[in-house]
């Protein structure tokens, strides 16, 4: 098995036994609750996980983001601007954001095509590409790579645990 193969099961998985089941049962005015008004809340985390999976995957592959291809931005209410994915933003823009749970499994049905489209098509010789950083300088392919499992287990995480302390429920699906 090669490690993008790797990458591409490790996501599905995470999606399918993570955030799939820490969505079951939340209406679309629990995506915007938190513990407190200095915490992101459900929605914001997610969409802030799928447009990082976004522009890395558009980086890897040098196709378009999802984000803009697809007219999500319209769907969220936010500029059509392909650097703008919750990095800094502060409690204010956070807040700004209304998603709904339609758009935010269909904003991360579609990055996820096309990250599953992008990882098939890689070979191991494409991971060790420099490709450029968004602060400057450079990364390996493979370098992004990293950097996406970790958003995603990390966010999902938080995504599940919220879900628990705000519903008293655990994630898990029974």
Not at 5 to 34: H, P
Not at 64 to 91: R, T, Y
Not at 113 to 123: A, I, R, V
Request: hydrophobic fraction near 40%; charge should be negative.
């Amino acid at each position: 098995m090669e490690a993008a193969e790797i990458v591409a099961n490790a996501l599905s998985l995470n999606q399918a036994g993570f955030i799939d089941n820490a969505l079951n049962g939340l209406s679309d005015a629990d995506l915007m609750k938190s513990p407190t008004d200095q915490c992101n809340p459900i929605g914001w985390t997610l969409w802030h996980q799928y447009r990082v999976e976004d522009r890395i995957i558009s980086g890897l592959s040098g196709a378009s983001q999802v984000w803009i291809e697809g007219k999500w931005h319209e769907k969220f209410g936010l500029p059509a601007n392909p650097d703008q994915a919750g990095m800094g933003d502060s409690m204010e823009q956070v807040m700004a954001l209304k998603p709904t749970i339609a758009n935010l499994k269909g904003y991360g049905a579609a990055v996820r095509e096309k990250t599953l489209g992008c990882l098939k098509s890689l070979k191991p010789a494409d991971l060790d590409r420099d490709l450029p950083a968004p602060g400057g300088g450079t990364k390996k392919a493979g370098d992004f790579l990293g950097i996406l499992m970790l958003d995603h287990f990390h966010h999902s995480g938080q995504v599940c645990y919220l879900r628990g302390y705000l519903t008293g429920k655990g994630w898990f699906a029974r």
